[in-house]
């Protein structure tokens, strides 16, 4: 283990949306006595905390978020963000990943390499809490960032 490695955790949504939700949910689950150079944070939808956090010389990010619907709500899924050039704009209330990122760059910062582990979502209608599917789908997210946050502190491939 490289103690050098240092990754931030970054649950995203807004709980008032039902399964929008899904990331703020995984990180309130995950352990607080997370190892020393990984923080857990449920940024909710605060854009712009999460954007000046990464100021702060992150070497990795791994965020957590609710994903369309593409056919199988509640099935988690692992992937590398790709993040633009933020021709999308500077919106400080945004939480969309690429307005963050935006921001990041706007500040004079650079975005780590980025993995999102994501539920797809059933419904994002208002009301609190998640549907069946997806709520059933916490504690594989939950095991995949340990996972994630492992393979990145290992300096492996995720």
């Known amino acids: 283990m490289n103690p050098t490695t240092r990754v931030l955790v970054a649950g995203i949504g807004n709980i008032f949306l039902g399964d929008d939700g899904f990331g703020s949910e995984v990180v309130r689950r995950m352990s607080a006595s997370t190892e020393p150079g990984v923080r857990v944070t449920d940024y909710g939808i605060g854009g712009m905390d999460l954007a000046y956090d990464l100021l702060d010389g992150w070497d990795a990010l791994v965020l957590v978020d609710a994903l369309p619907d593409r056919g199988a709500p509640g099935q988690v899924d692992i992937f590398h963000a790709e993040p ?4 999308g704009g500077l919106d400080a209330h945004a939480m969309h990943p690429e307005a963050v990122f935006a921001a990041v760059r706007a500040l004079g910062g650079t975005i780590p390499p980025t993995v999102i582990v994501g539920c797809q979502i059933a419904s994002v209608a208002d009301g ?5 599917p997806v ?24």
């Not at 633009?84 to 021709?87: M, S």
Request: overall charge negative; charged content about 15%; proline content about 3%.
């Open 84 to 87: 633009g050039d933020g021709a």
């Open 135 to 158: 709520a059933a789908a916490v504690g594989p997210a939950v095991a995949a960032v340990e996972s994630v946050v492992a393979a990145l502190r290992h300096r492996q491939e995720v």
């Open 128 to 132: 609190i809490g998640l549907t069946a």
